[in-house]
């Protein structure tokens, strides 16, 4: 009846759209300041695993269902290789971006944006997927547990 | 900035030197602990203060990836990993503690004798600021047009490498789905963490209690549960090891 986690619950629905957005921040920024696919990937993934330690797991697979997670992890790897394979296709070396536009800066802005949304997929899938896996196992954790 | 002599220390030196030093003082807690869950909290501080110090060596790409991956995803995963495990590490009886010992002095004084012929911190004729390195700081301004050199280097100049990076993250899931599950589920299992009995028939089922909503992907469970019988040997041994 009387939930001794509401002020975690509130201020955590403010906090996780704010960390996804941030993620994406991080992501279409890299070019111009720190950050990456990889950071972003984990910041989006952590985001995930703050909903499902706030509000449960099975809620949070039902917001991030696990079958993304195959989808995901493949389709960036995926991504990745298919624009080495893409710049062999248009004439030039496996991962050279320079082919990409008539300008090579830039055709190295796309070849930098793709590969770095490819990380993202992947990083953001594997890190949920190790979450789900071991959270998976055990029974719920009582209050009194810790 | 750091060459300045003895004579005046500069504020970050001070910060530098004080960080190192809570990273020695955290290590060594770390070592005598005996409650798993106090360790993976001071891992996840030894992280934080690590991408603390990286920040002031000015390497913040690194200090990003740090505090987000070492600081924050890793201390949740090794969390989530301890709940499967007792609360509390057994202590290691002395004769067991010889020879890692052994192996850490003489580590130790390897990588001591070897720091002096290490470069100065920030040396102009140290490899990483003479061979290719000076030539991506050059390059990169007209050839890619971007203000980070890190991920000029990062995506273009080393996309091989940041290639395989991504592939090593792909196969470390693909280990972890294929050993565990997606669901936790794969293969049988069972464990006594605590005194409290889970095993890989409480793991979905109790699932299925929490949400009656997901039952509408049980096909894709029941292949889940159907493929990875070669993994059975392997999760079975693990836990009564």
Redesign the interface.
């Given at each position: 009846m009387h939930d001794p986690h509401v002020l975690l619950r509130v201020v955590s629905k403010f906090l996780i759209p704010l960390i996804a957005l941030f993620a994406l921040y991080?992501q279409f920024h890299?070019?111009?300041?720190?950050?990456?696919?990889?950071?972003a990937g984990?910041?989006l993934?952590?985001s995930v695993?703050l909903y499902a330690?706030i509000f449960?797991?099975?809620?949070a697979?039902?917001a991030f269902?696990?079958?993304w997670?195959?989808i995901g992890?493949?389709l960036?790897?995926l991504l990745?290789?298919g624009t080495?394979v893409f710049s062999f296709i248009l004439g030039g070396e496996?991962?050279n971006?320079g082919v990409f536009a008539h300008d090579?800066?830039h055709g190295?802005?796309y070849?930098?944006l793709a590969?770095?949304l490819?990380?993202l997929c992947?990083?953001a899938?594997?890190?949920v997927?190790?979450?789900?896996?071991?959270?998976?196992?055990?029974?719920?954790?009582s209050n009194e547990?810790? | 900035m750091m060459f300045s002599s003895n004579a005046h220390i500069l504020p970050i030196q001070i910060l530098d030197y004080g960080l190192l030093a809570i990273l020695v003082v955290v290590a060594f807690a770390i070592v005598r602990m005996r409650s798993l869950?106090a360790i993976v909290m001071l891992q996840g501080v030894y992280s934080l203060v690590s991408a603390a110090w990286f920040v002031s060596l000015d390497a913040?790409?690194v200090?990003?990836?740090e505090a987000?991956?070492g600081a924050?995803?890793s201390t949740?995963?090794m969390l989530?990993?301890m709940?499967?495990a007792d609360r509390q590490s057994e202590p290691v009886p002395m004769s067991r503690q010889i020879g890692p010992l052994a192996i850490v002095i003489i580590a130790g004084a390897a990588m001591l004798y070897a720091v002096g012929d290490m470069p100065a911190y920030g040396s102009a004729t140290s490899p990483a600021n003479s061979y290719v390195g000076i030539d991506y700081l050059a390059r990169t301004a007209?050839?890619?047009?971007?203000?980070?050199v890190?991920?000029?280097v990062?995506?273009?100049y080393r996309?091989?490498d940041?290639?395989g990076?991504?592939?090593v993250?792909?196969a470390?899931?693909?280990g972890?789905?294929l050993l565990?599950?997606?669901?936790?589920?794969a293969g049988r299992w069972d464990a006594q963490?605590?005194g409290?009995r889970?095993s890989n028939t409480?793991?979905?089922t109790?699932?299925n209690v929490?949400?009656p909503?997901?039952s509408s992907?049980s096909p894709?469970d029941a292949s889940e549960t159907a493929k990875p019988l070669k993994t059975d040997v392997k999760t079975k041994g693990q836990n009564h090891a």
């Amino acid at each position: 009846m009387h939930d001794p986690h509401v002020l975690l619950r509130v201020v955590s629905k403010f906090l996780i759209p704010l960390i996804a957005l941030f993620a994406l921040y991080v992501q279409f920024h890299g070019d111009y300041g720190p950050g990456g696919g990889f950071q972003a990937g984990v910041i989006l993934a952590s985001s995930v695993i703050l909903y499902a330690l706030i509000f449960g797991l099975p809620a949070a697979k039902l917001a991030f269902p696990p079958r993304w997670i195959r989808i995901g992890m493949t389709l960036g790897v995926l991504l990745y290789g298919g624009t080495g394979v893409f710049s062999f296709i248009l004439g030039g070396e496996f991962l050279n971006y320079g082919v990409f536009a008539h300008d090579p800066s830039h055709g190295q802005h796309y070849g930098i944006l793709a590969v770095e949304l490819g990380v993202l997929c992947t990083v953001a899938s594997v890190m949920v997927a190790i979450f789900y896996a071991f959270g998976s196992r055990q029974a719920e954790t009582s209050n009194e547990d810790w | 900035m750091m060459f300045s002599s003895n004579a005046h220390i500069l504020p970050i030196q001070i910060l530098d030197y004080g960080l190192l030093a809570i990273l020695v003082v955290v290590a060594f807690a770390i070592v005598r602990m005996r409650s798993l869950f106090a360790i993976v909290m001071l891992q996840g501080v030894y992280s934080l203060v690590s991408a603390a110090w990286f920040v002031s060596l000015d390497a913040v790409d690194v200090a990003f990836t740090e505090a987000a991956v070492g600081a924050g995803v890793s201390t949740v995963l090794m969390l989530s990993a301890m709940l499967l495990a007792d609360r509390q590490s057994e202590p290691v009886p002395m004769s067991r503690q010889i020879g890692p010992l052994a192996i850490v002095i003489i580590a130790g004084a390897a990588m001591l004798y070897a720091v002096g012929d290490m470069p100065a911190y920030g040396s102009a004729t140290s490899p990483a600021n003479s061979y290719v390195g000076i030539d991506y700081l050059a390059r990169t301004a007209e050839e890619i047009h971007i203000p980070n050199v890190v991920t000029a280097v990062l995506a273009s100049y080393r996309g091989y490498d940041t290639f395989g990076e991504t592939v090593v993250i792909f196969a470390a899931g693909l280990g972890v789905l294929l050993l565990l599950g997606l669901n936790g589920n794969a293969g049988r299992w069972d464990a006594q963490p605590n005194g409290q009995r889970v095993s890989n028939t409480s793991a979905p089922t109790m699932r299925n209690v929490h949400s009656p909503l997901e039952s509408s992907e049980s096909p894709q469970d029941a292949s889940e549960t159907a493929k990875p019988l070669k993994t059975d040997v392997k999760t079975k041994g693990q836990n009564h090891a």
